[in-house]
């Protein structure tokens, strides 16, 4: 079992910049790819970006490549989430995922076996 929590959401002005991070417990951390994934008020759960187990290989989301970067620290158990250039169509609830080992498509919700509770970012337009 793998517990995670995300920290880092606030208020910040369009153009500028956070970092979310997600900390990890209670599994082998290195071992799990994982993922960051956004939900607006009223729609549904998105896909933001994806880091392999390793951190070799990151994926992103078309509307936040170049803006975002994940990374990743497995001795601190943590995933971070850097956003330079918010946007107020960024305003979201962020959360981190453990993906399912061997699963198939990291873009999709289901492939995800660990959740955290989420961190609240706003852009005001």
């Known amino acids: 079992q793998v517990q995670l929590v995300e920290s880092g959401g606030g208020l910040v002005q369009a153009g500028g910049s956070l970092r979310l991070s997600c900390a990890a417990s209670?599994?082998?951390?290195?071992?799990?790819?994982m993922g960051w994934f956004r939900q607006a008020p009223g729609t549904e759960r998105k896909f933001v970006g994806y880091i392999s187990a390793s951190g070799g290989m990151t994926s992103y989301a078309d509307s936040v490549k170049g803006r975002f970067t994940i990374s990743r620290d497995n001795a601190k158990n943590t995933v971070y989430l850097q956003m330079n250039s918010l946007k107020p169509e960024d305003t979201a609830d962020y959360y981190c995922?453990?993906?399912?080992?061997?699963?198939?498509?990291?873009?999709?919700?289901?492939?995800?076996?660990?959740w955290g509770q989420g961190t609240q970012v706003t852009v005001p337009s």
């Open positions: 209670g599994g082998t951390f290195s071992t799990y790819a």
């Open positions: 995922a453990a993906r399912r080992p061997f699963s198939s498509s990291y873009l999709s919700i289901v492939n995800y076996a660990y």
